[in-house]
């Protein structure tokens, strides 16, 4: 006798589904933008407002690249929170 599934999470293919959808394209660039920082390992010369700060490039772009996760993460928990009021 044949089994019938009645989970709905089966029928739907892997890449349609939401979560699968909305993760796909951040590892993708994710992934490129690490490649892009740790290949670029000449030192650079930052100014910080007064003090000038020489370390590698690499090390400058994650920090940047960190940064910015962080205000997007803000930003998206903040629009949630919003629609859910």
């Not at 989970?7 to 349609?16: R, V, Y």
């Not at 909305?22 to 290949?39: D, K």
Request: with cysteine; charged share 20%; proline share 7%.
């Amino acid at each position: 006798m044949a089994r019938t599934r009645t989970d709905p999470q089966s029928k739907t293919p892997f890449f349609s589904r939401p979560a699968v959808r909305r993760l796909l394209p951040f590892a993708l660039i994710t992934a490129v933008a690490l490649i892009f920082i740790f290949e670029n390992r000449a030192s650079v010369r930052i100014r910080l407002l007064i003090p000038e700060v020489t370390m590698p490039l690499w090390g400058a772009l994650l920090i940047a690249w960190g940064l910015g996760m962080l205000a997007c993460l803000f930003t998206v928990r903040r629009r949630d929170s919003r629609r859910t009021m």
